[in-house]
């Protein structure tokens, strides 16, 4: 069973930084896709960013690119997401959520079968 928790949330002001952690486990696939999503109040989820766990690609929605980095790090087993230059229209509980095995479309939520219970990003103005 694939587990995955976010942590690193919290609240800035505008024009600051957080950094999101997801620390999963059970992966049982070789080629799975680890995506960040986010969701607003009273809004559809949004792809923030994902990649794929055994190839070079990462991929970035646009609402956020140039601003976000999505990196992954094997030793800790975990996929982090940089966030920069936040902006108030940023506020929302982001999820990260993992497509095991990878079948495509890497910024599709409906493509990612494991969600994490997601965690509070709050960006002040």
């Known amino acids: 069973q694939v587990e995955l928790v976010e942590s690193g949330g919290g609240s800035v002001q505008a024009g600051g930084s957080l950094r999101l952690s997801c620390a999963g486990s059970?992966?049982?696939?070789?080629?799975?896709?680890i995506g960040w999503f986010r969701q607003a109040a009273g809004k559809e989820r949004e792809a923030v960013a994902s990649?794929?766990?055994?190839?070079?690609?990462?991929y970035t929605g646009a609402s956020v690119r140039g601003r976000v980095t999505i990196s992954r790090d094997n030793a800790k087993n975990t996929v982090n997401l940089q966030m920069n230059n936040l902006k108030p229209e940023d506020t929302a509980m982001y999820y990260c959520?993992?497509?095991?095995?990878?079948?495509?479309?890497?910024?599709?939520?409906?493509?990612?079968?494991?969600w994490g219970q997601g965690t509070q990003v709050t960006v002040s103005s």
């Open positions: 059970g992966y049982t696939y070789s080629t799975n896709c």
């Open positions: 990649l794929v766990t055994d190839a070079p690609n990462t």
């Open positions: 959520a993992a497509s095991v095995p990878f079948t495509g479309w890497p910024l599709d939520p409906e493509r990612y079968n494991y």
